[in-house]
């Protein structure tokens, strides 16, 4: 079965960066789209970016463009999210998730557990 665990989140100052991480183990990683969901406080889940199982395609919404930046270590199995020039609204359980295409995500799709974003001054 597979596993999926976030980790690198943290309080940040608006304006720093920080890199998420996502271990996957259980399935065959290089084959499998992944994506980055993140859910603030009294919201839903809000999709901030998918990858093919290459690492080639990549899909932001419209909204996520420009500070976010989603990639992949085969080799090590790991997902990651960059988020630069943070902003106190980027505070969220961010997850990580497995399954579809790139560009298409349901929740439905396998989560971890998450890792906490919280941007502050």
């Known amino acids: 079965e597979g596993q999926l665990v976030e980790s690198g989140g943290g309080v940040v100052q608006p304006g720093e960066s920080l890199t998420l991480s996502c271990a996957a183990s259980?399935?065959?990683?290089?084959?499998?789209?992944m994506h980055w969901v993140r859910q603030a406080p009294g919201k839903g889940l809000e999709r901030v970016a998918g990858?093919?199982?290459?690492?080639?395609?990549?899909y932001y919404p419209d909204s996520m463009r420009g500070r976010f930046t989603i990639s992949r270590d085969n080799a090590k199995n790991t997902l990651y999210l960059q988020i630069t020039s943070a902003k106190p609204e980027d505070t969220a359980m961010y997850y990580c998730?497995?399954?579809?295409?790139?560009?298409?995500?349901?929740?439905?799709?396998?989560r971890g557990q998450g890792t906490q974003v919280t941007v502050t001054a």
């Open positions: 998730a497995a399954g579809g295409i790139f560009s298409y995500y349901r929740e439905s799709f396998d």
């Open positions: 259980g399935f065959i990683f290089s084959n499998t789209a």
């Open positions: 990858i093919d199982g290459r690492g080639v395609n990549i």
